[in-house]
């Protein structure tokens, strides 16, 4: 019986052959190890991704929500102003009415003192006489 192989002991051989293989074993065992840390950490990937998603699904829906409440606070602003600008027209017309009649209320208040003083003067007189 043959006792090498290609100039290399048979025992040798044996032995290089058993590392290989267990070699092999471990290198295997590394694999299935990582393949299962790779899927778990693709389901963790997926269900963040996932959560994501949902998260700006949900921005989204709060985007058009406030764009519609923006829309509906830009009526009423110009509502709110378009009543301002009638109010301060009407306040201005007040205004002046107030002025005109604190100016007639001056006018009547001289045209009565000018009556009580023709009035004391009528009766001075007609004390006199």
């Given at each position: 019986?043959?006792?090498?192989?290609?100039?290399?002991?048979?025992?040798?051989?044996n032995?290089?052959?058993?590392?290989?293989?267990?070699?092999?074993?471990?290198?295997?065992?590394?694999?299935?190890?990582?393949?299962?840390?790779n899927?778990?950490?693709?389901?963790?990937?997926?269900?963040?991704?996932?959560?994501?998603?949902?998260?700006?699904?949900?921005?989204?829906?709060?985007?058009?929500?406030?764009?519609?409440?923006?829309?509906?606070?830009?009526?009423?602003?110009?509502?709110?102003?378009?009543?301002?600008?009638s109010?301060?027209?009407?306040?201005?017309?007040?205004?002046?009415?107030?002025?005109?009649?604190?100016?007639?209320?001056?006018?009547?208040?001289?045209?009565?003192?000018?009556?009580?003083?023709?009035?004391?003067?009528?009766?001075?007189?007609?004390?006199?006489?």
């Amino acid at each position: 019986m043959r006792k090498t192989i290609f100039g290399y002991k048979i025992s040798e051989v044996n032995k290089i052959i058993e590392n290989l293989r267990e070699e092999n074993e471990n290198l295997n065992a590394t694999i299935v190890t990582l393949k299962l840390h790779n899927k778990n950490n693709g389901n963790y990937k997926n269900a963040k991704y996932i959560l994501l998603e949902e998260d700006l699904k949900n921005y989204e829906k709060d985007i058009i929500n406030f764009k519609i409440e923006n829309k509906e606070l830009k009526t009423q602003i110009s509502i709110l102003t378009n009543e301002i600008e009638s109010l301060n027209k009407q306040n201005a017309k007040l205004k002046e009415q107030n002025e005109n009649l604190h100016k007639e209320n001056i006018i009547l208040k001289e045209e009565l003192a000018q009556l009580a003083n023709s009035q004391v003067a009528v009766t001075y007189e007609g004390d006199l006489l």
